[in-house]
């Protein structure tokens, strides 16, 4: 069983910064693709970034040169550090993780919240 425990969240005022953390337990043999994604009152969930095993990322253009996404393999967690942030930004946002473990899977964590507002 594999369970993704994410952190972080919070107000915060806009200009501001957080880091999400995303931490995974269970029987993991290899992390392929870690991301963030968010989902706004009202909207679609979307795509945040992304990071693979060999650290290439992706980022949604609305997040560039704000956001970083970084991992660390040895203790199985990803994190996305947010700063600059904007009102739009406010949103759930969701840890994902496509993992080996005692099979492939994709696997969700349970979604903090960031609002950004003054």
């Known amino acids: 069983q594999v369970q993704l425990v994410e952190s972080g969240g919070g107000l915060v005022e806009p200009g501001g910064s957080l880091r999400l953390s995303c931490a995974a337990s269970?029987?993991?043999?290899?992390?392929?693709?870690m991301g963030w994604y968010r989902q706004a009152p009202g909207k679609q969930r979307e795509l945040v970034a992304s990071?693979?095993?060999?650290?290439?990322?992706n980022y949604l253009d609305s997040v560039k040169g704000r956001f970083t996404i970084s991992r660390s393999n040895t203790e199985n967690m990803v994190h996305l550090q947010m700063n600059s942030l904007k009102p739009e930004d406010t949103a759930v946002y969701y840890c994902?993780?496509?993992?080996w473990g005692l099979g492939w899977g994709d696997y969700w964590a349970q979604g903090t919240r960031v609002t950004v507002s003054s």
């Open positions: 269970g029987t993991i043999f290899n992390i392929y693709l």
């Open positions: 994902n993780e496509d993992l």
């Open positions: 990071i693979t095993s060999d650290l290439k990322t």
